[in-house]
């Protein structure tokens, strides 16, 4: 193991080693030595954490072993590829949602659109839920429609019906299980029963269950993709995805479409999210516990019309949800009474102390953001939808902030 040496001529025994090799070094000029060093450090350190490996350059021992490729089991080729610490994220990942290979992104719309492009081509048709999470949308209508690949929203509760609407030119079927902030539960082997017989890639934005409340690919789905900024990074301070993929056939068109992106992560962000996989079980288990007493509570006022919370009733799929999944997390919508209006449900979001506003979730704050123009086929919710995000915070002290600003209502 080597060191960038000291400058100073007597700053430390580590460096003064006395064979041959390194007598030659110390005959070099400073300047050389500043980039070709003999220092020395211990052997055998151990620690807990994982060490970041930085760098762009990888080091071949012999011009015979230079290889340019992507496929992490043939070796190290280029940072872009992945360091040690970005392809252990992506190994951890893979193990826990038992993929083939888990690709590490930069975020969870990188995973989306990397996702669009291994799977569709000039001329493809791909189908997503009308409520993807919105900017899977706005790729749909933007970017790809450019490249000629047409995006068509369908309604995430068709569950087998789906089979209706593939075309002989379709490529993907994505599936969002629960959809973005109205939350509604898939019937994921129905989607992919249907596919399938079709030939047709199902792809799964699987962020909600942290790839660990859901096993995406006993449901039978091809590509499960996450966004790790959520309950794996867990610390609002992270931007990462994963696209996890189910067999080699996938492995390869997703790899290679991954390398040509050129989709590099840094390995400081990835070993902050190995540093939250270590805490995803405890936080988990306390951010669904706290999510569901406060939903079930919301759902006894009665300023509140109807939660949306897929381990309650009123959740549209709710009973798939228990047939399918392990838990709830940390996020649920609330949708006020037609009686009050937008300004009163916004002045209702920002009587609130402990919520703070913003987007994203899985993070250890909790949030409350309002959509205020939301729609969905045949619901104009007129701003009365309010997204909230549980943290770590006591219950009881969320609920009084709830409920401080119901009072203000
Ligand atoms: C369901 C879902 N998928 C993907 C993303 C995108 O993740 P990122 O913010 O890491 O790009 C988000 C972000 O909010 C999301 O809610």
Not at 271 to 294: C, H, N
Request: charged share 20%.
């Amino acid at each position: 193991m080597q060191i960038g040496a000291p400058l100073g001529r007597n700053s430390g025994k580590l460096w003064l080693n006395h064979s041959p090799h390194e007598a030659r070094t110390m005959t070099r000029h400073w300047r050389t030595r500043l980039l070709h060093t003999n220092a020395h450090v211990p052997e055998g350190f151990k620690s807990l954490a994982t060490p970041v490996y930085r760098g762009s350059t990888v080091l071949f021992d012999r011009q015979a072993d230079v290889a340019d490729q992507w496929h992490a089991d043939k070796g190290y080729a280029y940072g872009l590829y992945g360091t040690p610490t970005v392809l252990e994220l992506g190994a951890r990942v893979a193990e826990l949602e038992q993929a083939r290979h888990s690709f590490v992104v930069p975020g969870g719309q990188a995973a989306i659109a990397l996702t669009y492009l291994a799977s569709c081509k000039a001329g493809s048709h791909a189908l997503v839920p009308w409520n993807a999470y919105g900017p899977n949308r706005e790729m749909g209508e933007g970017l790809l429609r450019a490249l000629n690949i047409e995006v068509e929203a369908y309604d995430p509760m068709l569950g087998s019906g789906i089979g209706q609407l593939i075309r002989p030119n379709t490529a993907l079927i994505w599936c969002e299980s629960p959809g973005s902030v109205t939350m509604e539960i898939q019937d994921l082997p129905a989607i992919v029963g249907a596919a399938h017989e079709r030939g047709v890639t199902v792809a799964l934005d699987n962020s909600y269950a942290a790839g660990v409340l859901l096993d995406a690919f006993a449901m039978g789905v091809d590509i499960s993709i996450q966004a790790i900024t959520k309950y794996i990074g867990g610390h609002s301070d992270v931007l990462l995805g994963t696209v996890s993929v189910r067999d080699e056939r996938t492995y390869e068109t997703v790899g290679s479409t991954w390398a040509q992106l050129g989709m590099a992560v840094s390995p400081d962000d990835c070993s902050l999210a190995l540093r939250g996989l270590q805490t995803l079980g405890v936080r988990l288990e306390r951010l669904e516990r706290s999510a569901l007493e406060l939903a079930r509570w919301l759902a006894d006022r009665p300023e509140i019309a109807c939660v949306l919370h897929p381990a309650l009733p009123s959740c549209p799929g709710h009973d798939i949800w228990q047939r399918d999944f392990a838990g709830s997390a940390s996020i649920f919508s609330i949708v006020f009474e037609k009686r009050y209006s937008k300004s009163q449900v916004a002045s209702f979001i920002d009587a609130l102390e402990l919520f703070q506003i913003g987007f994203s979730w899985g993070g250890v704050a909790s949030l409350a953001v309002s959509f205020p123009d939301l729609k969905r086929p045949g619901i104009d919710y007129e701003g009365r939808l309010v997204r909230l995000n549980i943290g770590l915070e006591e219950v009881a002290d969320l609920r009084a902030d709830l409920e401080a600003a119901f009072r203000k209502l």
